[in-house]
């Protein structure tokens, strides 16, 4: 929901008539409520990025970049172009008070866990450090940058485009 709702659109009534549970358990589950709805759901989707990141990138490095943006291509056009990312959904909407800042700073790991992850990749197919943490943003923000772009335009196009000049950018930064 928060992927295509955006948060500030979600609620626990929502997520609870959504799936089909009792607004009761909804709460016995998440006792802090929509903050914790948000945290947890937030912490769930990056460790399933991070591991569709670990299973592209057992493919080598540009099979890897081509299968994280296919994983992102796939979920576009499977919601027909609905879906967005839940971390930068957290990331561009004004937490409603002070505790909703929890959420941003969760969607901040996440996204240096992402940026973690990509620049031990790059670091292990030859990018200098520097380089690496510097082609580690590019990805990681050309990416979140595109999926909008995809759903506003009811495209995969703006994906294909990023994709092959991440690509190039690699090529250049890492001599084969």
Aim: charged share 25%; glycine share 6%.
């Amino acid at each position: 929901m928060i992927a295509q709702r955006g948060v500030s659109r979600t609620s626990i009534r929502e997520v609870a008539k959504f799936s089909g549970t009792p607004l009761g358990s909804t709460y016995h589950y998440f006792p802090e409520g929509k903050n914790q709805l948000i945290i947890e759901a937030v912490q769930m989707s990056g460790r399933f990025i991070e591991k569709q990141l670990e299973k592209a990138f057992a493919l080598g490095l540009e099979a890897g970049i081509r299968a994280f943006v296919q994983y992102w291509r796939d979920d576009a056009v499977r919601s027909n172009f609905r879906n967005g990312c839940p971390v930068l959904a957290v990331s561009v909407d004004e937490p409603a008070d002070e505790d909703g800042y929890a959420a941003l700073d969760v969607a901040a790991e996440t996204f240096a866990r992402w940026r973690a992850l990509l620049t031990e990749q790059l670091q292990k197919h030859g990018a200098e450090t520097t380089d690496a943490q510097s082609l580690a943003t590019m990805i990681v923000a050309s990416i979140e940058g595109t999926v909008p772009m995809c759903r506003a335009q009811r495209s995969a196009e703006p994906l294909d485009h990023v994709e092959e000049q991440l690509l190039a950018l690699i090529r250049i930064t890492i001599p084969a």
